[in-house]
């Protein structure tokens, strides 16, 4: 019997986790080890096969869709080091946010920031750019102080700043386009305790004081319904109060029966019946009362999500982004589209990284959703047109219409990032339909 990692086993159908992209790669392997990874990246290298890397599915797009080899990093989920005194801690590429979260509790530290969705891999989530929110913090990848590539001959190069400055600023966003992010090393904090106030409040009051309401907590964020005008606020601020978990059974009925299994139902309900979403829009809103927490960081950035849908998100230089929301809203009313799930607009901090959606600006963010099942397209587009016009750079694990031509102008290190990568993967190893659209060929 073959072992799953074998090169020339018959490879089965991979989806993400909305269910909405699909491929069938040549072969689907799962290394357990940096030696096995090289050694499979080598032989696909040999076979002139080209190679993506799935974390946990989490994108919307086809980014880690393959007609090659497929590798999947599920067995390469260890914490390798801890550095304690020094706040460091390298990992294998495939760990998940929340046993990363959990093994940086038993150590006292925590990581400064996250999103809302702690299921992906640490590496697919900072090669995408993925952020939480917070006007002082970056996002996933601004934490990262070095990495380990895996080449497509199947040596491997150590990225760090002290290194190879340009490889380093491209690889921390590198949309699996460079290699196999093998090994990374984050920085973190001193384990710390938020409280977090969810509460609704007017939209227009929300919308005016964006900008002070982003500064003064340590993080905020909010959604609105269309057809609403009221803003479901969230406010995490860190606090030396002791943290009071909630029972299981609070966490429960909180999270998973009013927070999915009950919108899920609204949202079946709408998909039936268009016309009475901005009634159920308006409901759930009603429904939506205040809640008060006290726990660990990773505790509170995170939220189950068992409602699938489908995403698109852009960042916005953040001067830009109340008018974004406005404007949504109203196409969403003038155009009648059908939309049962919430806008949410958040805020990061300006970085580095060459490809980083948030590079060398103040961002706001700002995502629409659409329910599984129903069309996203007319909607998605005529948002996109929106973002388009304020200077918007759509985030790369979403959905979104752009090319290599529409998004070189939006990037000013593009050019930088585009010389790495001829230089690291000259035949386009670690390329597929979403990088011959998105980036173009290495060096073209």
Not at 15 to 26: F, I, K, L, M, S
Not at 156 to 179: H, I, K, M, N, Y
Not at 301 to 320: I, K, N
């Amino acid at each position: 019997m073959r072992e799953p990692n074998d090169p020339h086993m018959a490879a089965s159908q991979w989806h993400n986790w909305a269910g909405d992209e699909r491929c069938t790669p040549v072969a689907i392997e799962h290394p357990r080890s940096l030696s096995e990874l090289a050694g499979a990246v080598a032989d696909a290298d040999r076979r002139g096969l080209r190679v993506r890397v799935a974390g946990s599915g989490h994108s919307f797009s086809d980014v880690a869709c393959s007609d090659g080899l497929l590798l999947v990093l599920d067995r390469m989920g260890q914490v390798l080091d801890v550095d304690r005194a020094g706040g460091l801690v390298r990992v294998q590429g495939g760990i998940r946010i929340h046993d990363l979260s959990r093994r940086l509790q038993d150590h006292g530290l925590a990581l400064e920031n996250l999103g809302d969705i702690d299921v992906q891999s640490i590496a697919g989530a900072i090669s995408t750019a993925t952020h939480g929110t917070g006007a002082r913090l970056g996002n996933l990848s601004s934490q990262v102080v070095a990495l380990t590539l895996v080449l497509a001959d199947g040596s491997t190069l150590e990225c760090s700043p002290q290194g190879d400055p340009d490889v380093f600023a491209a690889a921390r966003v590198g949309l699996g386009a460079l290699g196999v992010i093998a090994e990374v090393t984050l920085r973190c904090v001193p384990a710390f305790t938020l409280h977090g106030i969810d509460a609704p409040a007017p939209l227009e009051d929300t919308l005016e004081r964006f900008e002070e309401l982003a500064r003064a907590n340590d993080h905020f964020e909010f959604f609105v319904f269309p057809h609403t005008s009221t803003a479901l606020t969230r406010t995490n601020n860190r606090t030396e109060r002791p943290p009071r978990p909630r029972s299981r059974v609070l966490a429960y009925a909180s999270d998973v029966l009013l927070t999915n299994r009950a919108f899920e139902l609204f949202c079946r309900a709408g998909r039936r019946v268009p016309r009475a979403i901005p009634t159920l829009n308006r409901i759930v809103t009603r429904l939506a009362g205040r809640r008060e927490r006290v726990e660990s960081s990773a505790a509170i950035f995170s939220s189950p999500r068992l409602v699938r849908f489908t995403e698109m998100e852009y960042a916005l230089p953040r001067g830009h982004t109340v008018e974004a929301v406005r404007r949504v809203m109203d196409c969403i009313c003038e155009r009648g589209f059908a939309v049962p799930f919430p806008i949410e607009v958040r805020t990061v901090a300006p970085d580095d990284a060459y490809l980083s959606t948030a590079a060398g600006r103040e961002s706001g963010f700002v995502a629409v959703h659409m329910y599984r099942g129903m069309p996203w397209e007319p909607y998605f587009g005529a948002v996109a047109e929106i973002m388009d016009s304020l200077d918007g750079r759509p985030h790369w694990g979403k959905r979104h219409f752009h090319t290599a031509a529409t998004l070189r102008p939006r990037y000013p290190d593009w050019d930088r990032f585009a010389a790495v990568r001829a230089r690291l993967d000259a035949r386009g190893r670690f390329a597929n339909a979403w990088t011959d659209r998105v980036l173009g060929a290495p060096g073209g």
